[in-house]
């Protein structure tokens, strides 16, 4: 027996377990479906088909676009903050307030994606596949780095991101260099971290992606001189949109495509783009520095990745 362990906003899945994925998902969506049915007060209805079954789920980007305009009215209260160096009462418990709006229509998105990703994969089945985790495919977990991860919590209840250790010298990420850490880390408020799963453990993505079907290593020697500077070009057609995938933890927004500054990054492409959160004076940041990561990128952009 599998289960689903962790989705990526983008719609991928981690899961546990051999050959029950596409099973899992269709008995997903339908406790998805039953749920929604009994919040419109609608009782034995059958639910397992999802193309048979009309309901209303949250609009995806319309909860994100809410998140969007809190997010600016907090931002010119902030402002008025470092401004005049301190908020009235009535400010202080207006930014509160949307803080706590905010947070609860995180929740919402969250929702709302889940329900997204869950029915598009149980209603196209034939456009995923099953790639399972070792060492030479680690680069199928890089593709994920810096995405919202949806069904993946904390013991203090919030949700949890992917990260893996730093190697400083430069060599090759192992499986067991990848763990689950909460999101409160960014806001000081938890430190709560798990252990990656390495044994028998899969990812179900979809089969229009080229890099994953590739080696760890294919994917390096691949990366040509001019493909390189094919990609780069590409990326800067990019600089300030949004990645709707990738959030920050903290304020819950798009983060945004930046470019270090020219002299800081020697025109090495794996430390010239990351992206960063817009929020007023949040220093929140997402490297990409992995072939994985741009190629990623490209893909949420232009649905076509490095290759």
Same mark, same amino acid.
């Given at each position: ?36 049915? $009994?919040? $419109? ?32 009215? +907090? ?32 929740? +919402? ?54 990260? *893996? ?47 994953? +079907? ?29 990645? $709707? ?5 903290? *304020? ?26 817009? *929020? ?28």
């Amino acid at each position: 027996m599998g289960f689903i362990d962790a989705i990526f906003g983008a719609g991928s899945f981690v899961f546990k377990g051999i050959n029950t994925l596409h099973q899992l998902a269709k008995n997903y969506v339908a406790r998805l479906v039953d749920e929604a049915l $009994r919040e $419109r007060g609608v009782e034995n209805q059958p639910a397992s088909n999802p193309n048979s079954v009309n309901v209303h789920f949250y609009n995806v980007q319309n909860v994100q676009n809410d998140i969007k305009n809190n997010d600016i009215e +907090q931002t010119e209260i902030e402002k008025k903050r470092a401004r005049d160096g301190s908020l009235n009462l009535s400010d202080r418990e207006k930014l509160e307030e949307l803080k706590k709006q905010g947070e609860d229509k995180f929740e +919402q998105w969250q929702k709302a994606k889940t329900q997204e990703v869950i029915i598009e994969q149980a209603k196209n089945p034939d456009s995923y596949e099953t790639s399972f985790l070792n060492n030479e495919k680690v680069h199928l977990l890089q593709f994920q780095m810096g995405q919202v991860v949806l069904e993946k919590r904390c013991v203090c209840g919030r949700p949890m991101m992917l990260q *893996h250790r730093d190697r400083k010298d430069g060599s090759i990420f192992l499986l067991n260099d990848f763990f689950w850490s909460c999101v409160g880390y960014y806001s000081n408020q938890c430190r709560g971290t798990q252990r990656f799963q390495t044994q028998d453990i899969g990812l179900l993505h979809k089969t229009n992606i080229l890099e994953l +079907q590739l080696s760890n290593t294919e994917l390096g020697q691949s990366f040509t001189r001019p493909l390189i500077q094919k990609t780069v070009v590409r990326l800067r057609q990019h600089l300030g949109a949004e990645d $709707r995938d990738v959030l920050c933890p903290i *304020h819950h927004v798009p983060m945004i495509l930046k470019e270090k500054d020219k002299s800081n990054h020697s025109n090495v492409v794996l430390d010239m783009f990351h992206l960063r959160c817009p *929020h007023f004076q949040c220093q929140h940041t997402v490297k990409l520095k992995s072939l994985a990561q741009i190629a990623a990128f490209l893909h949420r952009k232009e649905e076509r990745g490095i290759f």
